[in-house]
Nanobody, 124 residues
Framework: EVQLVESGGGLVQAGGSLRLSCAASGFTFDDYTIGWFRQVPGKEREGVSCISTREGWLYLADSVKGRFTISSDNAKKMVYLQMNGLKPEDTAVYYC?????????????????WGQGTRVTVSS
């Protein structure tokens, strides 16, 4: 069974840091790009970052460049999103997702598998 399980969310003050984790199972991990998306109340889901696990190529949305870093541990089938310099506007439910692709992209509709999300709240 394909599973993506996020963890690491929580409450943090502005300027703080969190590391989100995505644990994958049930598919050939290094054939996929793993992405992070987020959704806030009343807004559509937006792409944050993604990484092609085999090649290590990555992409970060402009809104998080310089603050967030994505990485993978292929042996553990884990992807991490290190979030530094958090801002209140980063508050959202963060979702881990997977797409069968050698190239990183954040085309949401093409992602095949999704986790349940983990909540991140950044207080001012």
């Amino acid at each position: 069974e394909v599973q993506l399980v996020e963890s690491g969310g929580g409450l943090v003050q502005a300027g703080g840091s969190l590391r989100l984790s995505c644990a994958a199972s049930g598919f050939t991990f290094d054939d996929y790009t793993i992405g992070w998306f987020r959704q806030v109340p009343g807004k559509e889901r937006e792409g944050v970052s993604c990484i092609s696990t085999r090649e290590g190529w990555l992409y970060l949305a402009d809104s998080v460049k310089g603050r967030f870093t994505i990485s993978s541990d292929n042996a553990k089938k884990m992807v991490y999103l290190q979030m530094n310099g958090l801002k209140p506007e980063d508050t959202a439910v963060y979702y881990c997702a997977a797409v069968y692709s050698p190239l990183p992209h954040l085309v949401e509709d093409e992602y095949e598998y999704w986790g349940q999300g983990t909540r991140v709240t950044v207080s001012s």
